[in-house]
């Protein structure tokens, strides 16, 4: 008989599994939204306010070199479709990433925000300058850095999980977000507020993600191992005992 599975195989089964799909779903909802961002960016329905600064802002000093960590949410945030079991997990993840989307680009347009002047050189550290240059008008609360960062760890953790991946993943996983989160801040494309609301928004998304994956309709693999072991029993069923003429009782 074939062993157990291993949780690199259930990787590489999911990784495989739907992988055009998930990678046209992925780019393209990533080039959606970089359209509607910038879109967004230049219409913004008033004036953007400044957002204030908090005492976490006064720990997380200012550092340059967090900038890769800032820019590689977008290789993370493709993690999670690329584990999803199956179509209707990707279309999961996909409707509320567009549920984060839509509400953020709402509110930068509504009630558009920025982050105050540093007061930093930005042409001391080009790949800064860039981002400071293409963010004009802010767009800064909620930070969606952070709100598609810690949804992308909920999805992940519940993923790895389920694989029974080792406790190695999962605290790497958590880092990841946390790094991200800090990069935010770091090179202040963020202030604490801004953080703070987009993890707000990631709750939320995440409680109705989590919701989906509880609704009826799964497949088989999802019955609980009780009711597994209680179609097994009813499965093998002694046979009756055939009983000699006479035997009954009188």
């Known amino acids: 008989m074939p062993g157990p599975k291993t949780w690199t195989h259930e990787l590489k089964r999911r990784a ?4 055009v799909v998930k990678m046209l779903a992925t780019t393209g909802g990533i080039a959606i939204f970089f359209y509607g961002y910038f879109w967004v960016m230049r ?7 400044v957002m204030p600064e908090t005492w976490i ?3 997380v000093l200012f550092s340059p070199q967090s900038f890769p960590l800032y820019v590689s949410l977008w290789v993370y945030i493709g993690l999670a479709p690329a584990l999803a079991e199956d179509g209707r997990e990707l279309a999961a993840w996909g409707a509320a990433s567009f549920a984060m989307t839509v509400i953020g680009l709402g509110l930068f347009m509504a009630l558009p925000t920025k982050v105050p002047d540093f007061a930093i050189d930005w042409s001391r ?11 004009v008008s802010g767009n800064a609360c909620p930070s969606l850095h952070a709100a598609f960062s810690v949804f992308t760890a909920v999805v992940l953790h519940r993923q790895l999980t389920a694989i029974r991946a080792p406790r190695t993943l999962l605290a790497c996983n958590a880092l990841w977000c946390l790094g991200i989160v800090y990069s935010a801040m770091a090179t202040r494309q963020h202030v604490a507020l801004d953080v703070i609301a987009g993890s707000l928004l990631a ?12 609704m009826p309709g799964r497949t088989n693999a999802s019955i609980p191992p009780p009711l597994v ?3 097994s029993r009813a499965q ?6 055939v009983r000699e003429p006479g035997s009954q009782q009188r």
């Open 57 to 59: 802002d006064d720990l």
């Open 16 to 19: 495989g599994s739907l992988w």
């Open 125 to 135: 550290y080009p790949s800064l300058e860039f981002l400071k240059r293409a963010d």
């Open 203 to 214: 709750g939320a998304a995440s409680i109705a993600y989590v919701g989906a994956g509880r």
């Open 236 to 241: 093998v069923q002694p046979a009756e005992t």
């Open 43 to 49: 219409h913004p329905l008033s004036a953007a306010t």
């Open 229 to 231: 072991r209680h179609a």
